[in-house]
């Protein structure tokens, strides 16, 4: 009975492995196409501060960390970015700059955005903003927008 007991759990855990191995070649990840466009930043300020806290999410520039390149984690991550980028995407402002771009600065004034898991266990520390650094980055989403509108289309 031993014996069969030790066969199953070994043969459990190389399945184990064979699945966590296969599920590596999934071609399912974070694309980013090159950068072609972009707001006219009101500031550098604005720009430095949307950087830090969106643009992983809302452009074509997400840095995507070591562990992320690991399925499951890499689906999880670009549906994400995906569903980030359809809300707003900087990288397109002037043909199609997302869905949600009325609800740009009340989402950072609710403390939705950036989200708070994203800077969980010390990740993505500087997305973590200040309440005068979030006043920045919403002021200056107000008046880059103003000055520069986006482009929008039905979704």
């Known amino acids: 009975m031993k014996a069969f007991v030790e066969k199953w759990w070994l ?22 196409p090159p950068v ?12 430095e501060l949307f950087d830090r806290a969106c643009a992983d999410c809302h452009s074509d520039r997400t840095n995507v960390l070591w562990f992320e390149h690991i399925a499951p ?3 999880y991550v670009a549906n994400h970015v ?8 900087v990288s397109t402002w002037h043909t199609d700059a997302g869905s949600e771009l009325d609800d740009l600065t009340e989402s950072i004034e609710e ?12 990740l993505h520390p500087g997305a973590k ?16 927008v103003a000055a520069d509108p986006p482009a929008t289309r039905e979704r």
Not at 36 to 47: L, Q, V
């Open 82 to 89: 995906k569903e980030g980028r359809e809300a707003l995407d």
């Open 129 to 144: 903003l200040t309440d005068t650094e979030s006043r920045q980055l919403i002021d200056g989403l107000k008046a880059t």
């Open 111 to 122: 403390r939705e955005m950036p989200p708070s898991y994203y800077t969980y266990f010390g």
């Open 36 to 47: 072609t466009d972009g707001p006219e930043w009101d500031s550098d300020r604005t720009r």
């Open 11 to 32: 043969k459990v855990l190389i399945g184990f492995a064979v699945v966590v191995v296969a599920i590596q070649f999934v071609p399912y990840g974070v694309d980013n």
């Open 73 to 75: 984690v890499k689906w």
